[in-house]
Nanobody
Framework: QVLLEESGGGSVQPGGSLRLSCAASGDTYNLNYMGWFRQTPEKEREGVAI????????VYADTLQGRFTISQASGKYTVSLQMSSLKPEDTAMYYC????????????????????WGQGTQVTVSS
């Protein structure tokens, strides 16, 4: 079993920045990737970004337009999401997720099905 503990999030004005962090514990030895997904009551859950623990390959949602950056700590099982130029449409519950599957390089985030999920942290962008 893997436990994912999130931190960060909160409220920010449009154009501002926030940083989310997630630490994995437990049976992390078989994790291949960690990342972030988000969901609002009006939309289905969508992938934001993921990073592979070996090699550091990253996959981002096309809609982010380079505003978010995912990174992993040297211990590999802690990841952060730096969010910049935040927009009201970024408002959502953000979930840390982790999985054991290695996906093809061309696979979009919509193909990912993480095995483990955090409790979620709310990000609100509003003036």
């Amino acid at each position: 079993q893997v436990l994912l503990e999130e931190s960060g999030g909160g409220s920010v004005q449009p154009g501002g920045s926030l940083r989310l962090s997630c630490a994995a514990s437990g049976d992390t030895y078989n994790l291949n990737y960690m990342g972030w997904f988000r969901q609002t009551p009006e939309k289905e859950r969508e992938g934001v970004a993921i990073v592979y623990s070996i090699g550091g390959r990253t996959v981002y949602a096309d809609t982010l337009q380079g505003r978010f950056t995912i990174s992993q700590a040297s211990g590999k099982y802690t990841v952060s999401l730096q969010m910049s130029s935040l927009k009201p449409e970024d408002t959502a519950m953000y979930y840390c997720a982790a999985g054991t599957t290695v996906y093809a390089t061309w696979a979009p985030l919509s193909a990912y099905s993480p095995k483990y999920w955090g409790q979620g942290t709310q990000v609100t962008v509003s003036s």
